[in-house]
C-alpha cells in the first residue's frame, strides 16, 4: 500500500502576509479623486455671495478675478493685500462648509508651498516677504478656485467667448476639462481593479503603478480620437456658438463699479 506524504495531510491554511499600500499607489487614488471633480460645480443656494454673484455674466467676472489677482500682485503697499484677503476671508465665511473645505484645502496647500519657497529670504533680511506671499498666494487662489468651483463649464465657455478669446482655444479648454474629469475616474477604476486583484505582499506595485498610467493614456488616446470624430459626425465645424447674454443690468452694473472702485483703490496704494 502506498502511503501519502506528510505535506499532503497537512491543513492549507493561507493567511497572506499583511501589505501596506505604496507611496505612489496612494497619490495615483489621490490625483484620480481630485481630477475626477474638476469640471463639476458646486451648489450655490445656500450661500447669499454665490447667489448674488451668479447673477453676473460670466464674461464680466472672467475680466474681474484677474484684474483682482493682477491689483494683488502688483501693489507694493501691503494694505491693499490685506484689505481683500479680508474680503476673501468674509466671502468664505458666508458659504457653505462643504464649499469651505472644497476652496480651503487647495488654498492651504498652495500657501504651504509658497511658504517653503520664500522662507529662505529671512536669512538675507527679507523677513516679511514669506507674510507677504502666503497672503498673496491665499487672495488669488482663493478667487480662481471659487470661480471654478461656482460657476457651471458651459457658462464658462460662453464667457470665455464673450470677452473674444479664439475659438481654437475654448476647444483645447473645453475638451481638457471634459477629458480630466473622464480619465480621472478611469484612474479610479484602475486603482480599485488593482487592489482587488493585488493579494499578500506585492513588492511590483511600482510597476503596476507604471502600468496603470499606460493603460490610461492608451484609454485617453482612443477616446480622444472617438470624440473628435463623434464632434465632425454630428456637425462640429470648429465654432462655437453662445447664446449672447444682456451686459447692461443692474447686478453686472454693481460688479463692474466694485472692480472699478478695487483697481482705483489699488492705484491709490501704489
Request: with cysteine; glycine share 6%.
Amino acid at each position: 500500500m502506498a502511503s501519502l506524504p506528510a505535506w499532503l495531510g497537512e491543513p492549507e491554511r493561507y493567511e497572506p502576509v499583511d501589505d501596506r499600500s505604496s507611496f505612489i499607489e496612494h497619490n495615483l487614488a489621490h490625483l484620480g479623486g481630485m481630477l475626477e471633480q474638476v469640471g463639476a460645480p458646486l451648489p450655490v443656494t445656500h450661500s447669499p455671495v454665490d447667489r448674488a454673484l451668479c447673477a453676473v455674466s460670466p464674461s464680466l467676472r472672467i475680466i474681474g478675478v484677474p484684474a483682482a489677482i493682477v491689483c494683488v500682485n502688483a501693489t507694493r503697499n501691503m494694505l491693499f493685500a490685506y484689505v481683500m484677503l479680508a474680503v476673501v476671508l468674509v466671502m468664505l465665511a458666508m458659504r457653505p462648509a462643504r464649499m469651505i473645505v472644497a476652496i480651503v484645502k487647495p488654498v492651504l496647500a498652495v500657501c504651504a508651498l509658497s511658504f517653503v519657497l520664500s522662507a529662505p529670504s529671512v536669512f538675507i533680511g527679507q523677513y516679511s516677504a514669506p507674510v507677504r506671499l502666503v497672503v498673496k498666494a491665499f487672495v488669488a487662489v482663493s478667487l480662481v478656485i471659487a470661480l471654478a468651483r461656482t460657476v457651471p463649464w458651459n457658462r464658462l465657455i460662453a464667457g470665455l467667448k464673450g470677452v473674444g478669446c479664439p475659438d481654437s482655444v475654448i476647444y483645447v479648454c473645453d475638451v481638457t476639462v471634459q477629458f480630466i474629469d473622464i480619465l480621472g475616474r478611469s484612474m479610479v477604476s484602475l486603482l480599485d481593479a488593482l487592489r482587488l486583484r493585488s493579494v499578500g505582499r506585492d513588492s511590483h506595485k511600482l510597476m503596476s503603478a507604471g502600468r496603470v498610467m499606460g493603460a490610461l493614456f492608451l484609454r485617453a488616446n482612443t477616446q480622444a480620437k472617438q470624440m473628435a470624430e463623434a464632434m465632425v459626425c454630428r456637425g462640429f465645424d470648429g465654432h462655437y456658438h453662445v447664446r449672447r447674454d444682456p451686459l447692461v443690468t443692474v447686478p453686472n452694473a454693481i460688479y463692474a463699479l466694485v472692480i472699478a472702485a478695487m483697481i482705483a483703490f489699488a492705484v491709490y496704494c501704489g
